[in-house]
């Protein structure tokens, strides 16, 4: 079985990245993504682009389309002149997002940037469209050859040096409070190996000892970490902050001492792309738990792993299920970006026979299925719960005072 180098597949896409930028290269693109929107299948694309662009450019021109084609969602319309291979596309931060940590990052009056693990160069844009002078540093030379790519497209190139280094290397070197030559610093360890995910930090590239060392000599930085981080990981005077978009977290940063504010941060954009922000200077402890009332309230995840439940309960005067369960509930129906809100029609020890015959009753033929504290599949229960009536509920299963239960809400 033969293999390729990486070394080899790095540099034959970085060839291919440079064949892009060149103007027939751009004219291969145009004419690959005029053939993507007019829903043309891949092999008479590749066929007709082939014969009118050349051999070398027709592959790689199809390739980057489909990944501006992905990106258009996110970037919207830069995604036209930025260039993307999927791996990086998969880990490209949301523009708005990056725009946001750029704001805050600078907001002191810092004009100098390094970017550790630039990527694709989401946040090295971000930071030199809010002015500063942006270092973008990676090892992998593809990261450096799309950041340099995606930046000078963007006519930022002015603002930014693109240059190979060890983020170990860098942050261990730093001094007076600046790392590369820079009085701020964005780092995005890379948490997947081999297409598995790292849960474990001391296993990240660079590992949780380059974060600890980072936030400790660079006042001024913000670091990426996984949604999951132990909270107990988090040092004395850093803000964590996590940030969910349409329901579910896209991204957990740790701010360093200085744009740091506060002790933790919930940071919710929702469906309609408003912004809204929870946050709390000391830990507000668990909320009071009670019995299941009209309303059922399932908190945002951003909010949940924030460890700020508490807040959101004294707003809406809720309670928990369960002491040890992150549902919520009240009396009346919450406008509130922190919870979604189910209408509670019954509640029922969690028995799958009375649960069937309770729905049937009802009417109800399709299921939407959550659960918490439960080991059930929901896609299991909800094929289970399949009827043939045409009314529709959300079934949550959970515990409620330490007891398995079903409760059965109506569909928003």
């Known amino acids: 079985m033969s293999t390729t180098d990486p070394s080899d597949q790095a540099a034959e896409t970085v060839a291919q990245l440079r064949d892009m930028a060149t103007p027939a290269g751009a004219d291969a693109l145009d004419r690959a993504g005029a053939l993507l929107a007019g829903r043309t299948d891949a092999v008479t694309a590749l066929s007709r682009l082939r014969a009118e662009v050349g051999v070398q ?13 992905r990106a258009r969602a996110v970037f919207g319309a830069d995604a036209d002149r930025l260039l993307f291979t999927a791996d990086a596309l998969e880990q490209a931060g949301r523009p708005r997002l990056a725009d946001r940590r750029a704001a805050r990052l600078l907001a002191a009056g810092t004009d100098s940037v390094v970017d550790l693990g630039c990527a694709a160069g989401t946040d090295t844009i971000a930071l030199a469209r809010a002015g500063a002078r942006v270092v ?29 280094g060890d983020a170990v290397q860098l942050v261990a070197a730093a001094a007076d409070g600046r790392v590369a030559g820079c009085a701020a610093a964005v780092l995005d360890p890379a948490r997947r190996a081999g297409g598995r995910r790292q849960l474990d930090p001391d296993r990240w590239s660079p590992p949780w000892s380059t974060v ?17 981080l132990d909270h107990d990981r988090v040092p004395a005077g850093v803000e964590a902050e996590w940030v969910s978009v349409g329901g579910s977290i896209v ?9 740091s504010r506060t002790w933790r941060r919930a940071t919710v954009v929702d469906r309609a792309g408003a912004l809204h922000e929870l946050t709390a200077d000391t830990d507000p402890g668990t909320a009071d738990a009670g019995p299941v009332r009209g309303w059922l309230h399932e908190p945002d995840p951003a ?16 309670t928990l299920v369960d002491p ?16 979604s809100s189910y209408r509670v029609a019954e509640v029922l020890p969690f028995n799958l026979k009375k649960l069937k015959a309770l729905l049937r009753a009802r009417g109800v033929g399709r ?6 504290g439960s080991a059930i599949e929901p896609e299991t229960l909800v094929r289970q719960l399949r009827g043939p009536g045409g009314g529709s509920a959300v079934v949550v299963v959970t515990r409620v005072a330490g007891a398995p239960t079903a409760i059965v809400c109506d569909h928003p």
């Open 251 to 259: 991204e957990a940063l740790l701010w360093g001492r200085g744009p």
């Open 367 to 372: 299921v939407t299925v959550k659960k918490r």
């Open 57 to 69: 450019l027709a592959g790689p021109a199809w390739g980057f389309a489909r990944q501006r084609d």
């Open 136 to 164: 973008a540093v990676d090892l992998d030379p593809v990261a450096r050859e799309l950041t340099a790519l995606n930046t000078a497209a963007l006519g930022l190139a002015d603002r930014v040096e693109v240059v190979p």
């Open 212 to 228: 600890q060392a980072l936030l400790d000599a660079v006042p001024t930085c913000a670091v990426k970490v996984a949604p999951g």
């Open 324 to 339: 040890t369960i992150a549902y919520l509930t009240s009396d009346a129906a919450a406008d509130s970006p922190w919870v």
């Open 303 to 318: 909010v949940i792993r924030s460890g700020l439940v508490a807040l959101a309960a004294d707003e809406l005067d809720a």
